[in-house]
């Protein structure tokens, strides 16, 4: 048995409701103009299924927090990452996948966010914790009102890559 099958696994969801249309969560999900706003960072890809995507600091350097594989893509409506450090993209036991499923519910859309295949207590699931809800709730503000947080002014959060997410 291998190291990873012997690993407690964890979740997390997230469930958000957004006054907005499921193709507007979907470009500010997917399109870097976007995602520079309420999460600092680019996030950058065709969104083809099998076609690679990244994380990119919106500093200036372009450093790659955080890469992966788009494993689905129905646009507008459910988007599947997996989910790794770049220095671990050799190491298929530290992927974890992130699922995003948008729904309309009404006058609202209900966002429904899963990051699954992680392990348990590990760095990346702590910081999960933490940088998802910041997103999400920048997410939400920016699309329901022009502006989000700035989640680097965050108490607790000088650098949104210490989170892993944000």
Request: net charge negative; charged share 20%; with cysteine.
């Amino acid at each position: 048995m291998s190291d990873a099958q012997n690993q407690t696994m964890t979740e997390f969801v997230y469930v958000t409701y957004i006054t907005s249309t499921p193709q507007k969560v979907w470009d500010a999900i997917t399109t870097p103009e976007f995602t520079r706003q309420y999460w600092a960072r680019n996030i950058v890809s065709d969104w083809k299924p099998g076609s690679k995507w990244d994380m990119e600091r919106i500093d200036g350097t372009n450093t790659v927090n955080v890469t992966g594989e788009v494993l689905e893509s129905h646009a507008p409506n459910r988007l599947v990452l997996s989910w790794v450090n770049p220095e671990n993209v050799g190491n298929r036991n530290e992927y974890s996948r992130v699922t995003f499923e948008i729904e309309t519910m009404g006058d609202v859309v209900r966002l429904k966010l899963i990051h699954d295949r992680l392990v348990a207590g590990s760095e990346m699931a702590q910081g999960i914790a933490g940088g998802w809800p910041m997103v999400l709730s920048g997410l939400k503000s920016f699309l329901e009102t022009g502006t989000a947080p700035n989640i680097m002014s965050i108490k607790g959060c000088t650098d949104p890559q210490q989170a892993k997410v944000a």
